[in-house]
Nanobody, 119 residues
Framework: QVQLVESGGGLVQPGGSLRLSCAAS????????LGWYRQAPGKQRDLVAH???????NYADSVKGRFTISRDNAKNTVYLQMNTQKPEDTAVYYC?????????????WGQGTQVTVSS
């Protein structure tokens, strides 16, 4: 399994941008499916975006056209570029890595990074 550490969260105004990074340690990063989840207070943790080993991406409807997930296998890092942010994007964001799919029982989680969208 890989160990994951997120960074890049913070406070941003509505309409602004942030880029989250998730650095992985351990072997075989390129073999993992990677994803970003978020959890707002009192709500369940939801999948925001994921990227396959081959670079195919998929997004939740709420972030399509605003967020972009990407991976750099040479740097063992997955990114989430968040543009045109809205207050409802406020949440703790977690990255996830799984050998078969994201979010399954054998996948790895980071510790989370807080994103707050507010004026």
């Amino acid at each position: 399994q890989v160990q994951l550490v997120e960074s890049g969260g913070g406070l941003v105004q509505p309409g602004g941008s942030l880029r989250l990074s998730c650095a992985a340690s351990g072997s075989g990063f390129s073999d993992y499916v990677l994803g970003w989840y978020r959890q707002a207070p009192g709500k369940q943790r939801d999948l925001v975006a994921h990227i396959t080993r081959g670079g195919v991406t998929n997004y939740a409807d709420s972030v399509k056209g605003r967020f972009t997930i990407s991976r750099d296998n040479a740097k063992n890092t997955v990114y989430l570029q968040m543009n045109t942010q809205k207050p409802e994007d406020t949440a703790v964001y977690y990255c996830n890595a799984g050998r078969t799919s994201v979010g399954d029982s054998s996948s790895s989680w980071g510790q989370g990074t807080q994103v707050t969208v507010s004026s």
